[in-house]
T-cell receptor, first 116, second 115 residues
Framework: AQKITQTQPGMFVQEKEAVTLDCTYD???????LFWYKQPSSGEMIFLIY??????QNATEGRYSLNFQKARKSANLVISASQLGDSAMYFC?????????????FGTGTRLAVRP | EAGVAQSPRYKIIEKRQSVAFWCNPI?????LYWYQQILGQGPKLLIQ????????DSQLPKDRFSAERLKGVDSTLKIQPAKLEDSAVYLC?????????????FGPGTRLTVL
């Protein structure tokens, strides 16, 4: 079974609107971390936001927020007030275990295109 | 603070040739990772170093891939001989490895094309 599932291969959003990128995960660990990365056409993976499995509040970083629903095993990324520069690939990733050196498992990504 | 540096950015070789990639992590980052990202997929971990020791190389095709991090700083990933299916972006990442919220920071990657 896929550990990280991103079901939206591509998404469009109008500039200044909000968009939600879906991510579901599968783990039997009680302690894990969820990450979102942005990958522009230049290729570099840019860290956006982190959510720990024991965090009771949803993580937020500027225009990015993570809608964490533990019972449903989902960790959707919400981007508010989309900008043209948000056009990129977005990857959800999971780290199983508490150790910060544990490896990340990535989903297949969602390509977001922001329309002017 | 300088980010993760990688070189070369692009490389084109013919199958059965050898190739090497270099990575210099962020200063002070003890953990270094090499990922392979095939077109249309997410990155897949090839090997992870903690200082100069290997932590995880379970997905490294050891018959053709090798990696080293001799002084616990920069690292080299080598492929010998290359196959067509090795065409991918090779990403290097590093992390401080100090806490649960520790984040991996990625370099720009090396895009390898095997003809």
């Amino acid at each position: 079974a896929q550990k990280i599932t991103q079901t939206q291969p591509g998404m469009f959003v109008q500039e200044k609107e909000a968009v939600t990128l879906d991510c579901t995960y599968d783990t039997s660990d009680q302690s894990y971390g969820l990450f979102w990365y942005k990958q522009p056409s230049s290729g570099e993976m840019i860290f956006l936001i982190y959510q720990g499995s024991y965090d009771e509040q949803n993580a937020t970083e500027g225009r990015y927020s993570l809608n964490f629903q533990k019972a449903r095993k989902s960790a959707n990324l919400v981007i508010s007030a989309s900008q043209l520069g948000d056009s990129a690939m977005y990857f959800c990733a999971m780290r199983e275990g508490q150790r910060s050196g544990d490896k990340l498992t990535f989903g297949t990504g969602t390509r977001l295109a922001v329309r002017p | 603070e300088a980010g993760v540096a990688q070189s070369p950015r692009y490389k084109i070789i013919e199958k059965r040739q050898s190739v090497a990639f270099w990575c210099n992590p962020i200063s002070g980052h003890a953990t270094l990772y090499w990922y392979q990202q095939i077109l249309g997929q997410g990155p897949k971990l090839l090997i992870q170093f903690q200082n100069n020791g290997v932590v995880d190389d379970s997905q490294l095709p050891k018959d053709r891939f090798s990696a080293e991090r001799l002084k616990g700083v920069d690292s080299t990933l080598k492929i010998q001989p290359a196959k067509l299916e090795d065409s991918a972006v090779y990403l290097c990442a590093s992390s401080v490895n100090r806490g649960e919220t520790d984040t991996q920071y990625f370099g720009p990657g090396t895009r390898l094309t095997v003809l």
